[in-house]
């Protein structure tokens, strides 16, 4: 094996406001690509849709790596989308059977254990850089999940009843980080897209989508190309969706 990009040097911090936008600091100052930055709160945790990432301190893994491949731009998505194989590969190897739903949770018996937010940002040469933040929620109880969330939220220790050791978890997921991104540099995408699909909950699954004032009922056939979900509607036509929300609608499954 060669030498580990991701995690070549690990930031720790107590306290941040978003690892992200700690990464996309170091990587203004030049930071090297594989530079990792861990906190164990954040004050100002972000998700996708401008959500906000709730974790209890010291529970979870909130995690942010730096990342300057050169890609095609149309190629771009397929950086989230190689770290949800990583991350969910990460936990099928703790026994979870974990699940990619589109674009990039990833769920454990239907529920949300860990989300991705890439951002972009340019360094001081005007080369793009993307941070790849992580949220795992690992050892935060059932009571620590907001009440509103329970039905949709999960995290990994109490569903095996046990105190997982995170750092154990962090150092299996940049190794599996690394590997699907050597896979990423050397233009492996059909593999990427291959394994992406491998783990997708939601193909052949029935699922409402809200793309913004619109909301569209479908079959999920997966993705193409472009990441984009394609959905096969039931006039036959094939609708595709690059970004929205997805609720699976649950009596209506596809043999
Ligand atoms: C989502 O599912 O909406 C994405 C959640 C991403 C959360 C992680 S926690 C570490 C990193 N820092 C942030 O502010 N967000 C990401």
New binding site residues.
Partial sequence: MGKLVIGHKIYRYDEVG????VAKGLALEGALEGTVVLAEY?T??????G?T?I?PRGKNI???VLLKPHLEPDSVFLITLMSSVALARTLASYGFDARIKWP??ILIAGK?AA???TEMVSDEHQSQCFIV???INVNMTQEEIPRDLRDQVSSLGPIKNKTLDRNALIKGLLLSLDENYNLLKHKHYEKILEDWSTLSFLTGKWVRVFVRERILEGVALGIDRKGSLLLKMESGLIETVSSGDIELMEKLYVQ
Avoid: P, V, Y
């Fill in positions: 978003s690892t992200n936008d954040q100002n945790g972000r998700g996708r849709l959500r990432w974790s909130l995690l942010s990039n949770d949300k989300g991705i937010l933040g992580i949220g």
